[in-house]
């Protein structure tokens, strides 16, 4: 299954035409732009199954342990044996999952059952339970709600001649961009994921192991596949909580950046000139105090559109309103360079060409004067 890293729903207002976009690898930028079917197949923007749970990935992991009980439950009715040992809990159950084709099962009258056939009945049940849930709630609860909140946004920021608009469907908005940060598996530093492989290292370590035992897990713990399914964890976690309507683990890193997000002020910066906001495969990024780039550019940024992007800052005064800034085609521009930056490896363009999209300087006068604006003033102390 072709899984959008980046949603395609939200791709769609970058498209050059109805069903292609222009793309510009990071090394690249000021080349002609390559066009690319939106469905962006095996790309950095979408991969088979990212966010697929296979039950013979997951049985393994004790972390799943629950969403095998459906499975277990179901064959309650039967007797299954493995290597003339009886399964008969949860735990004989998993340990054995990954032998299934070995498994003797009989039903109540005492029939044998065919272990493929068998296998299959069970991966059904895996599919309708679990195997799917993350990209249908993508699907139905963000992905879904998005063109709605474009079209507020376009209807009343574009329009607006106040600085500041109700922030309606702000909670759509802020989901969107915490689960976009959870869907680059890349944003460890973002996410806190790093911290979580620090403390499993230092608890792994905290006995004596080989050297070389020690160099092994060193290179697991670290490795892209180990956090990749730390990071799938966090979010199927997230995903599941939602959907069974009950409480979310305060430490859940989607949960985290989710409620650092309704704690900032959201401003929607409008493009203001002939320079348009570009995006890319990281289209979600902060910008902090111990980054590179000036403290006044701050903030959690999201380009909505070519005309529209988000940014939240800290500032708690202003929680229930867009504050508008309508930015000069400098800032634009620099804002663009800091997306080119925080890409993985790709960015997208409404053109073949985007030379005149990017600058690596700021007009900072202007862009503190916009702040100070919607009252927004920056200290030279991170507090």
């Given at each position: 299954m072709n899984c959008h890293i980046v949603p395609r729903v939200y791709l769609k207002s970058w498209r050059h035409?109805?069903?292609?976009?222009?793309?510009?690898?990071k090394d690249k930028l000021y080349s002609v732009g390559e066009e690319k079917s939106l469905s962006l197949k095996e790309t950095s923007f979408?991969?088979?199954?990212?966010?697929?749970?296979?039950?013979?990935?997951?049985?393994f992991n004790n972390a799943y342990k629950n969403e095998f009980l459906p499975l277990f439950e179901y064959c309650q009715a039967y007797n299954i044996e493995l290597h003339g040992?009886?399964?008969?809990?949860?735990?004989?159950?998993?340990?054995?999952?990954?032998?299934?084709?070995?498994w003797v099962i009989r039903d109540a009258d005492g029939s044998f059952i065919d272990a493929n056939v068998f296998a299959s009945e069970l991966e059904q049940i895996w599919e309708d339970k679990t195997q799917k849930l993350i990209e249908s709630y993508f699907n139905i609860n963000i992905e879904n709600k998005w063109n709605k909140f474009l079209s507020y946004v376009n209807r009343y920021a574009l329009n607006c001649t106040d600085t500041k608009v109700h922030a309606k469907s702000k909670y759509v908005l802020v989901e969107f961009m915490a689960t976009q940060m959870s869907r680059v598996f890349e944003q460890v530093d973002a996410l806190g994921i790093k911290q979580s492989l620090q403390i499993l290292e230092d608890i792994v370590f905290s006995s004596d192991l080989p050297e070389s035992l020690e160099c092994i897990l060193h290179e697991v713990l670290h490795g892209t596949a180990f956090r990749n399914e730390l990071c799938l964890l966090q979010l199927y976690n997230y995903v599941k909580a939602r959907v069974l309507k009950k409480p979310?683990?305060?430490?859940?890193?989607?949960?985290?950046?989710?409620?650092?997000?309704?704690?900032?002020?959201?401003?929607l910066l409008i493009a203001d000139g002939k320079s348009r906001f570009i995006t890319s495969d990281n289209p979600c990024y902060p910008v902090t105090l111990n980054s590179c780039w000036p403290k006044e550019f701050n903030g959690i940024y999201l380009p909505i559109s070519p005309e529209v992007c988000a940014y939240f800052v800290?500032?708690?005064?202003?929680?229930?309103?867009?504050m508008i800034i309508k930015t000069d085609e400098n800032n634009v521009r620099y804002i663009n360079y800091m997306t080119a930056i925080n890409c993985i490896s790709?960015?997208?363009?409404?053109?073949?060409?985007?030379?005149?999209?990017?600058s690596e300087t700021p007009k900072l006068?202007?862009?503190?004067?916009?702040?100070?604006?919607?009252?927004?003033?920056y200290k030279l102390s991170d507090d």
């Open positions: 035409n109805d069903s292609s976009i222009f793309i510009f690898p979408a991969q088979s199954n990212r966010f697929i749970l296979e039950s013979k990935d997951c049985y040992n009886r399964i008969q809990s949860l735990e004989d159950f998993i340990e054995s999952y990954g032998s299934i084709k070995n979310i683990e305060v430490d859940n890193t989607v949960s985290i950046v989710l409620n650092t997000l309704h704690k900032m002020c959201p401003i800290n500032n708690h005064s202003n929680l229930n309103n867009y790709c960015v997208v363009h409404t053109s073949k060409t985007m030379q005149d999209m990017i006068e202007s862009w503190k004067s916009s702040l100070r604006r919607i009252g927004i003033a």
